[in-house]
């Protein structure tokens, strides 16, 4: 099955420096990859995603682009704001499961800190 | 309130109770999910219904039971529970006529004791 590894576990950046959080995947059947965001006492959100025929989007702060070739995927925060503190997700899937639904691998999550 | 609601917030039960937590949602999508959350693991995905039917089972014991009365509700049966289950129990739904991520509710903090 799918593996995804994100990296790294924890990050601090000074308030209004870039961030990046970077995964890998196994499965080069994969296609769809979103990004979540979960705040202290809520479910993740998600912020953004990307999908296999395309290899960067953007949206205003944050960015993600992908490698299929190398099967990694990155999120980048620009101008980080203290609001932006929170644990973030990468999630993999290959699409649309026989029956319905879909199945999205997770990694392991990063807490991003952003400090004044 | 992301339109995926999870009832209760928290909840405290001995290994020899039975418990259930729910799940509504108001998107009009039409597959659900149960995923566990535990510190220091990635999102475990529990079970899949799509259209009311359940399409994925990921090896979860029978002490987790789940039932999907209709696309708007999902239910997640408790009963003689371990301790290692103690854990953040979320609820996702999507619209899978083309792949998108999930919209989650906010999860119900179990303790088993």
């Known amino acids: 099955g799918e593996n995804v590894e994100q990296h790294p576990s924890t990050l601090s950046v000074q308030e209004g420096d870039s961030a990046v959080i970077k995964c890998t995947y196994s499965?080069?059947?994969?296609?769809?990859f979103p990004w979540y965001k979960q705040e202290l006492g809520k479910g993740p959100q998600l912020i953004i995603d990307?999908?296999?025929?395309?290899g960067e989007k953007k949206d205003q702060r944050i960015a993600v682009t992908l490698n299929k070739t190398a099967k990694h995927f990155s999120l980048h925060i620009t101008e980080t704001q203290p609001e932006d503190s929170a644990v973030y997700f990468c999630?993999?899937?290959?699409?649309?499961?026989?029956?319905?639904?879909?199945?999205?691998?997770f990694g392991t999550g990063t807490q991003l800190k952003v400090e004044l | 309130e992301t339109g995926v609601t999870q009832t209760p917030r928290h909840l405290v039960m001995g290994m020899t109770n039975k418990k259930s937590l729910k799940c509504e949602q108001h998107?009009?999508?039409?597959?659900m999910y149960w995923y566990k959350q535990s510190a220091k693991k990635p999102l475990e995905l529990m079970f899949v219904?799509?259209?009311?039917?359940?399409?994925e089972n990921n090896s979860v014991p029978s002490r987790f039971s789940p039932e999907c009365p209709n696309s708007s509700h999902l239910f997640l049966h408790l009963h003689t529970l371990q301790p290692e289950d103690s854990a953040l129990y979320l609820c996702?739904?999507?619209?899978?006529?083309?792949?998108?991520?999930?919209?989650f509710g906010s999860g119900t903090r179990l303790t088993v004791v």
């Open positions: 990307i999908r296999s025929n395309v």
């Open positions: 499965d080069s059947a994969s296609n769809y």
């Open positions: 999630a993999a899937s290959r699409g649309v499961l026989t029956g319905g639904g879909n199945k999205l691998t």
């Open positions: 998107l009009g999508h039409n597959a």
């Open positions: 996702a739904s999507s619209q899978d006529e083309t792949v998108m991520g999930y919209t």
């Open positions: 219904y799509s259209l009311e039917e359940r399409v």
